[in-house]
Structures are given as C-alpha cells and as structure tokens.
C-alpha cells in the first residue's frame, strides 16, 4: 500500500509562484508513474501533467504546459509540482497520484491518490 502526502498548497496572487510536494511512502516510488490533478468547485477532477518513473519524460496539460513544471526526486520518494505565472483559472485542490507503467491522463489508472493540498489563486 501507498500512502501520498502533498504540501504547499496556500492563497497567492495571480502571477505568483508556488511548490507543491508530494512524499511518497510504503511503496517503490521509484518505479511508479507520477500524476498531479486538480479539481476546481463544481467541476471534475482535471488532469495536470505526469512524469515517468525516471523522471525523464513528462506530460502537461495543454492549461498548464509552459508554466508548471513536473521533476521527482526518487532517493527522497518525493514528486513536485512548480507553478508560475498562477491564475485564477488555477484555483483548486491538487492531487498526486501514482501508478505502475506509462504516463496517462486517465484518472482511473491511477491506483493511489493523497488526501489534496489547496492552492487559491486572487486576482
């Protein structure tokens, strides 16, 4: 079983930076697919970007490409997520999740999820 705990959600300006982490436990990280999602109020669960257990390929949504950036850290079992230029539009929790085998979109291919961070972005 693999447990996810994601940090560094907060309330920032919209063009602002923010970090989330996401440390990984009770598994082999380093062999899992790394996902972050979003989910905005009253809209569904959204597909961020993903990175591949090496760390050497990942994948963005078309909303973020450009200004989030996916990298892991498989010694410290830990996967980030680096947000710049926020907007509003970006207000939501976030998720980490992880899977075994190739990046995908799919929420449902992913078999554990953290308990979400909250990032708010003002205007």
């Known amino acids: 079983q693999v447990q996810l705990v994601e940090s560094g959600g907060g309330l920032v300006q919209a063009g602002d930076s923010l970090s989330l982490s996401c440390v990984a436990s009770g598994g082999t990280f380093s062999t899992y697919t790394m996902g972050w999602f979003r989910r905005a109020p009253g809209k569904e669960r959204e597909f961020v970007g993903a990175?591949?257990?090496?760390?050497?390929?990942?994948y963005y949504a078309d909303s973020v490409k450009g200004r989030f950036t996916i990298s892991r850290d498989n010694a410290k079992n830990t996967v980030y997520l680096q947000m710049n230029n926020l907007k509003p539009e970006d207000t939501a929790v976030y998720y980490c999740?992880?899977?075994?085998?190739?990046?995908?979109?799919?929420?449902?291919?992913?078999?554990?999820w953290g308990q979400g961070t909250q990032v708010t972005v003002s205007s």
């Open positions: 990175i591949n257990f090496s760390g050497e390929h990942a």
């Open positions: 999740a992880a899977r075994s085998g190739i990046i995908t979109k799919a929420p449902k291919q992913y078999l554990y």
